[in-house]
């Protein structure tokens, strides 16, 4: 047999190996009734069985992919015409919530910075709650920056919010009211598989449509952003997308969370206990700030107290949205606010870090 045929029979099995473990996580977390089961067990399991030592696990990116697109879809045809005033309407706070957090990254990266020892310029950009991958490729563009713990504290973070924010949500700290926000389940009706066909098709083509065009005019996570925005606008026409089922619903979180427990690789850093605390207690104080936000935000606004805590919870737009959905937030409202976070973060905070990184090298001089 081929080299190359060795290596794919290979990748294959890792392959395999790596969706019997997942599936086996999901099912557990399912069958002991924990939060979110299809996105929390899979991550779970693969992050401890890639731990051992010549435990070869992969997860395609294309796998990841297609999971975000089936969520996207599902958020986007939760928009109507209401939430989207709702939308406008909360700008002047979406403005002032995402200012006081970068605020609250900017101090931490300080502390954490003389406590430390690690440059300000890697502090800062290891606390500022943007995207992973474009955080990343924004750090390999400057130089000076530790891109090694930069990665490990965004992963961290990402992965300790969609363990916590479930638990958080569970919690007596959040009433259990419903929402007016759209839900994969109105009126006691669950979507059937049957009512899908023949629309979905047509849906199906055109969120992969937008899902690529999204990547090539590099928008923020293009395969969850793009079927969202193309669906909302579809949606907006009075073009309604049909609802999903649960269980393609839990699917998609399988899809994404077998690709985030394989992120995390504590292996490669060098100092690992004092950086591993380091990230964790990063995103404590960002999960503590954020909650107390959303108290404020939900004093102003009509929204839940679930709802106001994923808007501004500190993890990466698509998690949080699919998070959104299986509890029942007003999912529309959640992603509009992680949406403008996002952009917000990109047009200002890198000038910001450019001007931290330029005085810190001068300082060095």
């Known amino acids: 047999m081929k080299k190359w045929d060795l290596n794919r029979v290979s990748r294959g099995i890792q392959l395999l190996a790596a969706i019997v473990t997942a599936f086996i996580g999901g099912g557990l977390f399912s069958l002991i009734r924990l939060p979110i089961p299809w996105l929390l067990g899979p991550m779970a399991a693969l992050l401890i069985t890639s731990r051992f ?42 403005l ?57 504290f965004h992963v961290t973070r990402v992965i300790m919010v969609v363990f916590l924010v479930p638990f958080l ?4 700290l959040f009433a259990s009211e419903s929402t007016n926000g759209s839900s994969r389940i ?15 098709f047509l849906f199906a083509l055109i969120c992969f449509l937008a ?28 073009l309604q997308g049909p609802p999903l089922p649960p269980s ?6 399988f899809m994404v969370a077998g690709y985030i427990g394989l992120l995390l690789k504590p292996e490669q850093l060098d100092n690992k206990k004092k950086t591993i ?50 509890v029942n937030a007003d999912v529309s409202t959640v992603t509009s606010y992680q949406l403008f976070r996002l952009a917000f973060i990109y047009i200002a905070v890198p000038p910001l870090l450019r001007l931290v990184l330029k005085l810190s090298l001068r300082k060095k001089d």
């Open 96 to 152: 002032i919530l995402t200012i006081l957090i970068v605020l609250v990254c900017v101090c931490s990266a300080f502390v954490m910075s003389k406590l430390t020892g690690i440059d300000y310029p890697t502090s800062l950009t290891s606390s500022i709650p943007g995207g992973l991958s474009q955080i990343v490729v924004f750090a390999e563009e400057m130089k000076g920056i530790d891109i090694t713990t930069v990665t490990f």
């Open 277 to 326: 605390l380091l990230a964790l207690m990063n995103g404590l104080i960002l999960i503590c700030a954020t909650m107390f936000f959303s108290f404020l935000l939900t004093q102003y606004y009509d929204l839940s107290s679930i709802t106001g805590f994923l808007s501004l919870a500190p993890g990466g737009m698509d998690q949080m949205g699919i998070i959104a959905h299986e």
């Open 53 to 94: 030592k010549n435990v070869k696990l992969i997860w395609p990116v294309s796998i990841r992919n297609t999971g975000l697109i089936i969520v996207g879809y599902s958020i986007g045809i939760s928009f109507t015409k209401s939430s989207f005033s709702d939308m406008i309407s909360h700008l002047p706070s979406m």
């Open 248 to 253: 393609l619903l839990d699917i998609s979180q």
């Open 211 to 238: 899902a690529r065009i999204g990547k090539i005019i590099k928008l923020p996570a293009p395969y969850f952003l793009g079927p969202v925005i193309v669906t909302a606008a579809i949606s907006l026409f009075g």
């Open 169 to 172: 949500i569970s919690s007596p």
């Open 186 to 200: 109105m009126d006691n009706v669950i979507p059937q598989w049957s009512e899908l066909f023949p629309l979905i």
